[in-house]
């Protein structure tokens, strides 16, 4: 059976975390999960360009089916903000460039399919991607649990039922 | 004699100013100059997907020696601040993945470049951009004046004197 790659991406500029289902058939299950780094003394425009680098290398391993993004909220410190902003645009481009299917979700949306609670906190959605995603513990650094909530996330949308 | 393209780059999701100078010789002149426009009411992906490939086309016309860009600050609307950040991220990573070297600067730098006034007002800039690059008048719409006035600056301060 063919496979069917969904990624999840959480945007950012020190770590960005990233998650690729294997969304065929009944159980989705990871086949990448992890987060991309960039080396916070070296220029901006560097670090994208190796965040993109990576990503590239990511995509032709495994290329997408479609893409989930966490919408990029300004609630939160605006002085990460703006690399989170830069950091979703470099990935949002590259895959819609592709021809790939992009879409965005809120934090919210994502507690609310992943642990059927749109106020759940971080530990409740981990403890959920571990469950669903059948791992031995939730996945480590947060980036890449964020990351894989994302990509379930969008699993059960597209798919019109809930994730649970 | 061979020339030497920098760019100059406002970013920007609505409008996203582009100049392109050859600035081989005594005096830059504008080779390209303009604006990159995507439509509001699509997702975007999309919009940063058509903003890519539109700076690949330029890219590929004019291969660049070398990218300014202006630094992305939060002084201004929170709700458009995401997609200049967006778009600021795509244009620098794209940049910069292909080897080209990329620098920011601040608005203040370009005033100061260009008119020798930190403080200078847009039709101050607009005016010296259009006395600089020997144009008939100030480049229109003002996103592609301040990507000229970023590229005049970039010259400038490359060259190690003012751009007066």
């Known amino acids: 059976m063919e496979r069917m790659f969904v990624y999840g991406l959480d945007p950012g500029l020190s ?3 990233y998650c690729v289902l294997d969304a065929r058939g009944r159980d989705p299950h990871a086949v990448a999960l992890g ?3 960039t080396e ?6 560097e670090r994208l360009a190796e965040l993109l680098v990576d990503f590239r290398s990511l995509l032709a391993e495994f290329p997408p089916h479609s893409v989930a993004v966490e919408r990029v909220l300004f609630q939160s410190n605006v002085r990460t903000a703006m690399g989170v ?3 979703s645009g470099v990935l949002m481009a ?3 460039a592709r021809g790939v299917s992009v879409r965005e979700y809120s934090p919210n949306e994502v507690k609310q399919a992943v ?3 749109g106020a759940a906190d971080k530990a409740q959605v ?3 991607v571990q469950l669903l995603l059948r791992l031995p513990a939730p996945p480590r650094p947060a980036d890449a649990a964020d990351a894989a909530a994302i990509a379930l996330t969008h699993v059960a949308v597209t798919a019109g039922v809930g994730a649970r």
């Not at 916070?40 to 425009?45: D, F, I, T, W, Y």
């Open 15 to 17: 770590r960005c975390g």
């Open 35 to 37: 987060v991309f780094r």
């Open 40 to 45: 916070p003394h070296l220029p901006v425009p």
């Open 85 to 87: 902003g830069q950091a």
């Open 94 to 96: 590259e895959s819609a």
């Open 115 to 117: 642990t059927g609670d």
């Open 126 to 128: 981990q403890q959920m």
